[in-house]
């Protein structure tokens, strides 16, 4: 049964911690209301406007908060594991440290706000606006990140391993030391990103746009880089052992020091601009040199 408004006021008045397991609080004005360390598990929330809300340490798991709004809400270390968020609006909220393990994240506004170290194993984010968020060591393990837009956002030592990011933009993100290995990036635009000493490794980067991105240092082993645009991309000391570059481009790539031991760069097209490896001779490996 839905709580009225007087319900809800006698509620929030009640000694902390409240107990609201199952409660429901649909289209509730809960602005700046103070649910620290509440037990909202299982909790009907949709529509609710939590704006400003304290709850951190809060239990929100398997709660319902679609279409709900959290903007500027302090969520840190709060747990919404398998909580529907489907389009919630968490612009600017804290979610430092947070369990969003295998919730529902489809198409919410998260745009600016704090989820480093965050756990995002699993989730569901299709679709999400992610533009200028802080994942910085995020675990989003497995998460399904296709179109989403994650521009601005920052994601260094962020684990993306096996993460679906189809469709996502990355342009001009910071993903240095990240953990992209097993990730599903074909197609993907990353140009001018920063994956700097990131683990690519049987990454699937087919068709996927580089240009001048920094993949120095990185480990692409055994990465799927066909038909990749590489132009002017640094792969200096990259690891590329046994990594497919069939028909890739590599006009204008610096890849002084990289490991090329059984990559396959069968017709990969270079320039004079393009710098290889000493020793390294691309027409004996199949490369294409286009004057």
């Known amino acids: 049964m839905q709580l009225s408004k007087t319900e809800i006021g006698l509620l929030l008045n009640q000694p902390k911690p409240l107990w609201l397991v199952n409660a429901d ?32 340490d809060a239990d929100l798991s398997g709660a319902n908060l679609s279409r709900a709004k959290l903007v500027g809400a302090d969520l840190r270390r709060a747990n919404l594991s398998k ?10 909220a ?3 440290g947070a369990d969003l393990v295998d919730a529902d994240l489809i198409d919410v ?9 965050a756990d995002l194993c699993g989730a569901d984010l299709r679709t999400a606006d992610l533009s200028k968020v802080d994942l910085s060591r995020a ?11 994650l521009s601005g956002a920052k994601l260094p030592r962020a684990d993306l391993s096996e ?10 993100d910071f993903l240095s030391s990240a953990n992209l290995s097993g990730a599903k990036l074909s197609g993907v635009d990353l140009r001018w990103v920063n994956l700097s000493k990131a683990n690519l490794s049987k990454a699937d980067l087919s068709r996927a746009k580089l240009v001048s991105a920094d993949l120095s240092e990185s480990d692409l082993s055994e990465a799927n880089l066909n038909k990749a645009d590489l132009s002017e991309v640094n792969l200096g000391s990259a690891n590329l052992t046994k ?14 020091g990289a490991t090329l031991r059984f990559a396959n760069l069968t017709e990969a097209q270079y320039a004079a601009s393009t710098i290889f490896p000493d020793g390294f001779d691309p027409k004996a490996a199949g490369a294409l040199f286009i004057p």
């Open 25 to 56: 609080l649909s289209g509730a004005n809960l602005i700046g209301a103070d649910l620290v360390d509440a037990r909202l598990n299982g909790a009907n929330l949709v529509d609710a406007d939590l704006s400003d809300a304290d709850l951190i």
């Open 83 to 92: 909580a529907n968020l489907n389009k919630a609006d968490l612009r600017r």
């Open 94 to 96: 804290n979610l430092i």
């Open 109 to 117: 506004r998260l745009n600016s706000a704090k989820l480093s170290e």
């Open 139 to 149: 675990k989003l393990i497995g998460a399904n990140l296709s179109k989403a837009d």
């Open 163 to 172: 993460a679906d990011l189809r469709g996502a933009n990355l342009i001009g």
């Open 243 to 256: 990594a497919d570059l069939t028909e890739s481009k590599l006009i204008g790539a610096d890849l002084s």
